[in-house]
């Protein structure tokens, strides 16, 4: 799942390290959900959205995910 936690941690000078305490979750999550290749849980998401001042749904691109979704059912 596409999201804008990298951008969104390194606008405001954070570490992975810096952001993984922030929230809880070791270094290895953040580095995870940064490569698309773990999807936070919902109160992970809601943490971070939190220290960045954004929506769940724009952190995690709901709208882009949504069509990508729904891009693939019209090809099956």
Known sequence: MK???KMLRLALGLTQ???ADLVNVSARTIISIEKEQYN???MLAYKMS???NVSVEDLCCLEENLKMENNNENKK
């Open 3 to 5: 999201n804008k936690v």
């Open 17 to 19: 390290q810096q952001l």
């Open 40 to 42: 936070p849980s919902l």
């Open 50 to 52: 939190q220290i960045f």
